[in-house]
């Protein structure tokens, strides 16, 4: 017969060993028998090229095409989950902040049982949240677990100690400065630990005011605050009341009670220096 050579023509003969067209491979994960596929032969000026005309195994890395995509995919999200928590690690600030501050691992007692059900059902987009209480109570455990809820939801989170907002605002050039408030002010979730521990300069109570006016300029929840001291407090300790009472008007006051936990479970206490 003339056309016994296949479509190439008669020049070009291909080996075909019937072992290879009787191989079946097993899927390392399913077990599903797959047989080795014949890749047509491909011809380049009269001669085969390599990797054509052979039968050859359906397998990638030992699994089958399903079962390649569904490990592919499990990559992906183990990918993702690990950017995620590096990501996590990095706004927290640090490895023990990331492990600690979740709302699973607070210590829950009957002193601050309202705050923890204020700082769960904390929405971004309706609420902002003025955390008050002693040291070591737990304020900035349930500010960090609500903001870090918000950042796993996607939003953007900026967290900082309160005393930094002025050090962080403060560069030469003043389109800098503006960008930097501009950050501050556009947050879905702006986190100030610990308002008030720090020496107050006018420039910080200048910046935490236009942050905050700017905020309240645009009917935008997300701001969570933590202090050791009432409103009343705050506003003596800063010498006038426009910040506190701005805050009065733009938060839910959560006052925490209680003794500091840290001191009787021994945790964090040794390297977490603030609440
Ligand atoms: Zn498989």
Redesign the pocket.
Known sequence: MSNSAGLLGPLIRFPISMDDFLRIDD?Q??H?PVPWEWIPAVALAGKPLAGTGIWTSQLVAG??A??AEALEAQHQEQRWARELEERLVTLLGGVRPYREFTFQRYQVTHENRAALARARDFDPFAHSLYLWGPCGVGKTHLAYAAARRCFERTLSVVILPAYQLSRRVRMKDPDQEQASIDHFIGADVLLLDDLGAGTETTFGRQVLQEILDARNYRDQAGLIVTSAYSLDALAQKMGHDAIASRLAGMCQIVEIRGTDYRLKLGALADDQSHD
């Open positions: 899927c994960m399913c599903r699994h089958c399903t079962c």
